[in-house]
């Protein structure tokens, strides 16, 4: 039984990393010649928001850190500061997962909001201090407001389809702390 329960955890584990790779393969793809007119959504962090905030133990800090820095670099991003963004809202969202269990979804939304705001003006903070070039701020709030639009479709696409539920008091899984 135990070994099931550790088995489940590390499929969930290598699920959320290829969907991971899946997203930065899509967004690498040259489907179009021009410049898009809009910023997209950051599927990744909608994601690992989604399962951290449901099932923290699926995506453990090691995992974001390395994913998100992998990212920074094959997107061509200042390295390391988005993947430490990234991981800072993700245990900021981690610590707050018991909290938001019994709450409604629009609570856990607004928590997920609040930590993108917050990432991304402390993203363009940083960016300004150091004097490195950033995108137009319009073109970081159309991807912050992307990301908060697309955040409900992608929970509820990570419940129906790959079962990344919200731990209720009636679970026989022990929540354990994974590191």
């Not at 489940?8 to 584990?13: A, E, G, I, V």
């Not at 609040?114 to 201090?129: D, Q």
């Not at 073109?139 to 539920?165: E, K, N």
């Amino acid at each position: 039984m135990a070994e099931t329960g550790t088995l489940h955890l590390w499929l969930m584990r290598a699920l959320f990393a290829a969907l991971a790779g899946a997203l930065v393969f899509a967004r690498l793809l040259p489907l179009d010649t021009l410049p898009p007119g809009w910023a997209g959504p950051d599927l990744f962090l909608a994601l690992t928001f989604a399962w951290a905030v449901r099932r923290p133990e699926y995506v453990p800090p090691l995992l974001v850190a390395g994913l998100a820095l992998a990212m920074d670099l094959l997107l061509q991003r200042p390295p390391g500061l988005w993947a430490a963004l990234t991981l800072i809202g993700c245990e900021t969202l981690r610590r707050r997962a018991p909290a938001l269990r019994d709450l409604t979804f629009v609570a856990e939304w607004a928590a997920v909001a609040g930590t993108l705001v917050a990432m991304t003006l402390a993203c363009r903070l940083v960016l300004t201090v150091l004097i490195v070039d950033q995108a137009p701020l319009g073109l970081s709030l159309m991807q912050l407001l992307s990301t908060l639009v697309a955040y409900p479709l992608v929970a509820a696409l990570s419940h129906l389809f790959f079962g990344v539920r919200k731990r209720v008091p009636g679970d026989l899984t022990p929540e354990r702390h994974v590191p």
